[in-house]
């Protein structure tokens, strides 16, 4: 697997802002953010990009940010996290069996990547989506991770369509969307608690 880079700077508007941010926020992570957890790991969750006062300042996928908190809450009630809260990089949170990465690595102008940056991080996430083991399960929040997971395959996207709980056999395993669990789709109900838990507890019969 090629080696993660954190000082990537191959979209120049991404490595602008980014600089930029460096400026306003000096305590920030502020660069490319890695994955999260087992490299090894059968269960791989894919969201969108690092949030601007999350993964952004923190350095960790999900962690200081809305969506952070379902999610650390979900994958502790399912067995794939030592404790249901993700607090900073350097906390004793582990994950059991599972990695969490993004499609785009690093924090986009208004949280919306372009195309040509989905395209180009997507020669790291197609990295890790292929070094996978056999039997995996991908987990990707929202439509724009799941593009991303088709393209890292490098499939034909009009034959995945994506759909909340949607299960789409792969080579070697298998790929569950799920809408993404940021504060808007909570708040506005679009993704409920229970919705959500439902997809990782099939996740975990599928790795059972």
Not at 14 to 29: E, I, M, N, Q, W
Not at 118 to 145: F, M, Q
């Amino acid at each position: 697997m090629t080696s993660f880079n954190t000082d990537c700077s191959q979209c120049e508007r991404l490595a602008s802002f980014l600089a930029d941010v460096r400026s306003d926020y000096p305590d920030y992570f502020a660069r490319p953010v890695p994955a999260f957890g087992d490299q090894a790991a059968h269960c791989c969750i894919v969201g969108l990009a690092p949030g601007m006062h999350g993964a952004n300042a923190s350095g960790r996928p999900f962690t200081g940010d809305h969506a952070g908190i379902l999610l650390y809450q979900t994958l502790h009630k399912y067995g794939f996290a030592t404790k249901p809260e993700s607090i900073a990089a350097d906390d004793d949170l582990q994950l059991i069996n599972c990695r969490i990465t993004n499609a785009v690595k690093c924090l986009p102008p208004q949280n919306k990547p372009v195309a040509a940056e989905i395209n180009t991080c997507n020669n790291w996430l197609s990295e890790e989506l292929k070094s996978l083991p056999d039997n995996y399960v991908i987990i990707a929040l929202g439509g724009i991770a799941h593009k991303a997971v088709i393209m890292g395959f490098g499939l034909k996207q009009s034959e995945y369509k994506f759909g909340h709980a949607a299960e789409h056999p792969l080579d070697r395993g298998v790929l569950i969307d799920s809408y993404h669990c940021s504060r808007y789709n909570t708040q506005t109900k679009r993704l409920t608690t229970p919705m959500f838990e439902a997809v990782f507890q099939r996740a975990k019969r599928l790795l059972d």
